[in-house]
């Protein structure tokens, strides 16, 4: 197979694990083709919930077209017992004759040992093709390995002048509707949605996912030091239909009772200038399993995320409005004092959305 049609068969495959973001933690989402003699015979990707994994799905689809073929596979092929057998095994018992690997599985239970099982039986394998692209598709899975915390999506919708509300606390809306049905689609590829205390107090939101057609929901994350959140608001009357996960310092535990009463999960981090620290929750997120988490707000939150260079990911929605000194800023106080201290983004993309330009920047490294 040359080296272009080697590129155009594994962007299919991530193309497809791509479908599986915010459904399927705590597995990565993986794309998997199997193509015999220049033809897919069999696709498939990481199933809702974490389960079958891509490559035993496209394998069933090949059947015995997989015996000789090639397989593009996303991340190394998993290599221990878990609730499925390895899916290096299956692509050994399938009899594919060559299987090309995006990027290496850091997990100390796979870590070459997936590799390792395919060269053993004799199998070509060709590891590193679009490595790139798929270390970023799969940047919370590899992140949470890694680094013991999961991938920091932040997004802010602003005036022109970095404003998210007037004086008086109007907000609703800044941005336009094309806008809000992005942040829906961004709600989708990630595990859980994310925001502070003063917004759920605020907006009494309910962080679902509304009219795309998707009923697997994220789990809603709200960082409260004290719990002081209303229990008749929207996040708390439907804890049953959509996970509500409360982190809260020591000071809450007497709050702590009425929450789980209502069916919420309740985690108690650490608190480090007077509110809960950013690093003792995504740490606690990625012990749960989550690899990708977007944040929603508000300031104090998004500005203690960023001064903890904890955010990878910024999208920034802004509005063709100017609402002056007088309104709320986007991000709360962040103690710079010199440019230099400032974090710093590289701009990745930016494009009209309605009335209103998005922008996405990445973090520096």
């Known amino acids: 197979m040359s080296a272009g049609a080697d590129r155009r068969f594994m962007a299919l495959a991530l193309s497809l694990g791509r479908r ?27 199933a809702d919930g ?28 998993c290599a221990h017992h878990g609730q499925t057998p390895p899916c290096a095994e299956a692509l050994v018992a399938a009899g594919v004759a060559r299987v090309v690997i995006a990027a290496g599985d850091p997990d100390p239970r796979v ?12 199998i070509e394998v060709e590891t590193g093709v679009m490595q790139a692209e798929a270390e970023a598709d799969h940047a919370g899975f590899l992140m949470r390995i890694t680094t013991g915390r999961p991938f920091v999506t932040l997004k802010l919708a602003s005036s022109l002048d970095g404003r998210i509300a007037t004086a008086t606390g109007e907000s609703r809306w800044i941005t336009g509707p094309e806008a809000r ?16 205390g003063g917004t759920a107090r605020a907006d009494d939101p309910m962080l679902d996912i509304r009219d795309l057609g998707i009923t697997r929901q994220p789990v809603r994350v709200v960082i409260s030091r004290r719990l002081d959140l209303p229990t008749d608001g929207r996040l708390a009357q439907t804890t049953k239909s959509q996970p509500l996960w409360l982190f809260h310092g020591p000071e809450a535990d007497a709050r702590r009772a009425e929450w789980l009463a209502l069916g919420a999960e309740c985690l108690s981090c650490e608190v480090s200038g007077g509110q809960v620290s950013p690093v003792s929750a995504l ?17 104090a939150l998004a500005a203690s995320l960023l001064r903890e260079g904890m955010v990878d990911e910024l999208i920034v929605h802004s509005a063709g409005l100017a609402i002056g000194a007088e309104g709320t800023p986007s991000l709360g106080a962040m103690g710079i004092d010199r440019l230099a201290n400032a974090p710093r983004f590289a701009l990745v993309e930016a494009k009209p959305l309605g009335a209103d330009v998005q922008s996405v920047w990445r973090r520096k490294a």
Not at 26 to 37: D, F, L, R, S
């Open 181 to 196: 049905r992005a942040v829906h689609a961004l709600r989708a590829r990630h595990d859980a949605v994310m925001i502070g």
């Open 283 to 299: 740490a606690a997120l990625a012990e749960k399993g989550l690899t990708r988490v977007l944040c929603e707000g508000g300031g």
């Open 20 to 46: 599986g973001m915010g459904r399927v933690w705590p597995n990565p989402a993986v794309g998997c083709v199997i193509v015999k003699e220049g033809r897919i015979v069999g696709r498939g990707w990481t």
């Open 111 to 122: 870590a070459g040992r997936g590799v390792e099982i395919l060269r053993r039986a004799g």
């Open 50 to 77: 974490g389960r079958p994994h891509a490559e035993p799905q496209a394998l069933a689809k090949a059947g015995a077209a997989s015996r000789g073929a090639t397989a593009y596979v996303t991340l190394e092929p």
